[in-house]
């Protein structure tokens, strides 16, 4: 019997896919983990903490998009790769459409990053300029970070260090503090893994697009080693704050 074609999805569910959802919690974690210790110090401003969240996932849908168009010119997403669908690889979407969906989350991410400098400092614009640089850097650029084995690396700075302290800051005004540090570091880990599974799922498509990911560079049996290493290390950090 003849199997009927798979129903080609509605360009609604291909925008929530090119946002790649799943991974919004990622980019979400850092900053809650921060509003939730700094409002466990005493009360926190109302306007700052939605500003903050309204970045975070915007920053994160940038660097989602970013990364597919990058990886799309690279040839790096074919058919064969696995996981989530790709609309721009596969077709369903055209890079036109994808570059519009960019500049308007970087849109979204200006506005709401310009507004948080207007409450609280202004050298947090070399902070907002880092972090634009980084979602290029990651895949684009002279020397792309991912495609080089520094993915890991960028992922612990971006969505570890970077929005935990920064948005703590924003709340409370202050960075020296250990606990913050401890959990921007957990954090960090944290995300890394998330890194370490997608690269392990990846690897060979990965090396043949010349992608030089630290699991292509040091071999799939590295990956279980290094998950296990972040996440005890993770879970090492984070014990003494709940415990």
Not at 90 to 108: D, K, M, N, P
Request: hydrophobic share 50%; glycine share 8%.
């Amino acid at each position: 019997m003849q199997q009927s074609a798979s129903p080609t999805p509605s360009k609604l569910s291909l925008w929530i896919g090119l946002t790649r959802p799943k991974t919004l919690f990622s980019g979400l974690s850092s900053v809650l983990g921060a509003i939730f210790y700094a409002a466990s110090l005493g009360a926190i401003d109302v306007l700052r903490t939605l500003l903050l969240l309204v970045v975070a996932v915007a920053a994160q849908i940038a660097s989602n998009i970013a990364n597919d168009l990058i990886d799309h010119r690279k040839g790096a997403d074919t058919d064969e790769r696995k996981g989530p669908l790709r609309p721009l690889s596969r077709g369903l979407i055209s890079e036109r459409e994808v570059r519009l969906a960019l500049y308007l989350s970087l849109a979204v991410l200006l506005t709401s990053g310009l507004s948080l400098i207007a409450l609280s400092s202004w050298w947090l614009l070399l902070v907002g300029l880092a972090v634009v640089l980084g979602v290029f850097a990651y895949s684009g650029g002279p020397y792309p970070l991912s495609y080089h084995g520094w993915g890991d690396a960028a992922v612990l700075v971006f969505f570890g260090w970077v929005p935990t302290v920064t948005s703590f800051y924003i709340l409370r005004g202050y960075v020296l503090d250990q606990t913050l540090w401890q959990l921007a570091t957990a954090i960090g880990l944290s995300s890394v893994n998330i890194l370490v599974v997608n690269n392990y799922r990846d690897v060979a498509e990965d090396s043949k697009a010349g992608k030089r990911t630290l699991i292509v560079r040091m071999g799939q049996d590295f990956a279980p080693r290094l998950y296990l290493t972040c996440g005890l290390l993770s879970m090492g950090l984070l014990y003494p704050i709940y415990s």
